[in-house]
């Protein structure tokens, strides 16, 4: 009997082992773990429910301002990342934007947009005050800098976020982003004074399980139990 449970117990071991370098990598990529070459340190952290997007940021009730760090991917390597706050609405139109892409040398840099509607996009000054806007890219991944003017007293503000797979240098406009559903959801609610590490839910929802989230540790842990049955039996 003792023989006939080696090849269970070797493939339980196999399964744990794979679920392992799956989760414990994907865990790794979560906020909490990003760091800067700056060595800036944010309160808030939030894993953005699409487009493997993350936001740090500091708000100063003092003088009503955010202090931002967005961190994300786009999706070619040509390509530019967004991250804006509307105030005037939920999505897309109205969105006062940050756009990072890379120069004819690779540098990366940002400049602002005005999205005043879905066929309207203008560049120049937004209508709030930025400062300290700086960018970094570093293994495919854009990361903005920047401080933001936000009312006074305001508990919240209506945030989106997008990537795209150009930037024409040339007119100095990114090239349309995808239509996907992720492309599509990328917008929430963010809670300024938000308690250090919090996963998002966007426009579209959010009920799904992610990798890296409190689900993937619940089935490691129903693996272990698994394999400690299997042992005893």
């Known amino acids: 009997m003792a023989s006939s449970l080696h090849p269970l117990l070797l493939v339980s071991v196999s399964w744990i082992s794979l679920l392992s370098l799956v989760i414990l990598p994907a865990q790794a990529a979560t906020c909490s773990s990003q760091t800067f070459k700056n060595n800036k340190l944010y309160a808030n952290c939030s894993d953005l429910p699409v487009l493997s997007s993350y936001l740090h940021w500091t708000y100063n009730a003092s003088n009503s301002s955010l202090s931002i760090a967005f961190v994300a991917t786009p ?94 240098k040339t007119s100095g406009f990114p090239v349309k982003h995808d239509f996907a559903p992720p492309n599509l959801q990328s917008f929430s609610t963010l809670y300024l004074m938000a308690n250090s590490t919090t996963n998002s839910t966007g426009g579209g929802g959010g009920g799904a399980l992610r990798i890296g989230s409190g689900g993937n540790m619940g089935l490691l842990s129903v693996s272990v139990l698994v394999l400690g049955a299997l042992i005893a039996f």
């Open 75 to 168: 999706s070619k390597s040509d390509g530019w990342v967004a991250w804006a706050i509307n105030p005037t609405a939920t999505k897309m139109a109205g969105a006062q934007t940050l756009l990072a892409y890379k120069t004819e040398d690779g540098a990366p840099v940002v400049k602002t947009f005005n999205i005043i509607s879905y066929s309207s996009i203008v560049p120049g000054k937004l209508a709030f005050d930025v400062w300290d806007v700086s960018a970094e890219f570093s293994k495919g991944t854009f990361t903005i800098f920047a401080a933001v003017k936000v009312p006074k007293d305001a508990a919240s503000v209506n945030q989106v976020w997008q990537v795209g797979s150009a930037f024409n």
